[in-house]
C-alpha cells in the first residue's frame, strides 16, 4: 500500500530462470518501492513453465487484466487506467513475451537484465531448456528470442543492465532496443559498468540510487 495513488500499475515478474522465482530481491522489495511512489504493485507468482512456454504467458495476461478490471471481482482500489511490467532476467524474458505476443499487452515494459535471444553465444540457456526444452528446434528458439516478436504493437521498454554481467550475455538488452527502434517505438536503455546479474533493489548495487529516479521520470514522459 501507499499513501497516494497516481492511477497506474505495475506487475512484477522476478527472475529464476523460469526454474524458481527470485520473490524478494526481484519481487516484495519492488513492490515496495514502486508502492511508495504511489503505485499499484502486484508481484507475480508464475507457474514455471517446463517446456510449455504458454504457461507463464497466460498468467502475466491475466494479471494486468485484473488490474486493468476486467475481470468480475477485482477491489477498485487495485483497478489503474495504465499498466506496465516489470521483469528481471527470465522474468524480463515474460515481460518482453507479454508486450510481444499477449492478446493483453502493457502500456510499458521495464527490463532489468533481461533474457531476450536464444540465439547461440547469446543465450542464457538455462531458462530456455526450461521454458522450451532442452530438445528445442532453431525454429522455436527463433521464435522466442523475443527481438524477432517487436512490431508497431509493442509497448515502449526501459531497459537496464550491467556490462560486466556474466549470467545473462549483456548484448541481449541492446538486441531488444534496436528492435524497437527499427519500429519507431520509444525506449531507454541504461548501461552500467559493473554490477554483474540479478542486483535487483540490493543497497549493494552501486547505481542503484542513479536508476530510480531515471525510470520514474522516463514512466511520466511516455504517458503523458
Request: net charge negative; proline share 6%; hydrophobic share 40%.
Amino acid at each position: 500500500k501507499s499513501g497516494h495513488h497516481n492511477g497506474r500499475g505495475v506487475v512484477i515478474c522476478p527472475g529464476g530462470g523460469y526454474r524458481h522465482l527470485s520473490m524478494e530481491n526481484e519481487g516484495a522489495h519492488m513492490a515496495e518501492w514502486f508502492a511508495a511512489h504511489g503505485y499499484v504493485a502486484a508481484v507475480l507468482h508464475y507457474r514455471m513453465p517446463n517446456a510449455h512456454p504458454e504457461v507463464p504467458l497466460e498468467d502475466a495476461t491475466e494479471a494486468i487484466r485484473l488490474l486493468r478490471g476486467k475481470r468480475a471481482g477485482v477491489p477498485a482500489e487495485w483497478q489503474v487506467e495504465k499498466v506496465g511490467i516489470v521483469g528481471s532476467s527470465a522474468g524480463g524474458h515474460l515481460a518482453a513475451m507479454t508486450s510481444t505476443m499477449s492478446s493483453e499487452r502493457p502500456d510499458f515494459s521495464l527490463l532489468f537484465y533481461p533474457v531476450i535471444s536464444a540465439g547461440e553465444g547469446r543465450q542464457h540457456k538455462g531458462s530456455f531448456d526450461n521454458l522450451l526444452g532442452a530438445d528445442r528446434t532453431e525454429a522455436e528458439s527463433a521464435y522466442y528470442s523475443l527481438q524477432n516478436r517487436v512490431t508497431k504493437a509493442t509497448p515502449p521498454a526501459f531497459i537496464l543492465f550491467a556490462d560486466d554481467d556474466r549470467t545473462v550475455p549483456s548484448i541481449n538488452g541492446p538486441l531488444y532496443y534496436m528492435a524497437l527502434k527499427e519500429q519507431g517505438i520509444a525506449a531507454s536503455m541504461h548501461i552500467y559498468p559493473y554490477g554483474g546479474h540479478g542486483f535487483g533493489m540490493r543497497d549493494t548495487f552501486h547505481y542503484k540510487h542513479s536508476w530510480m529516479p531515471l525510470m520514474l521520470d522516463w514512466i511520466d514522459t511516455i504517458l503523458k
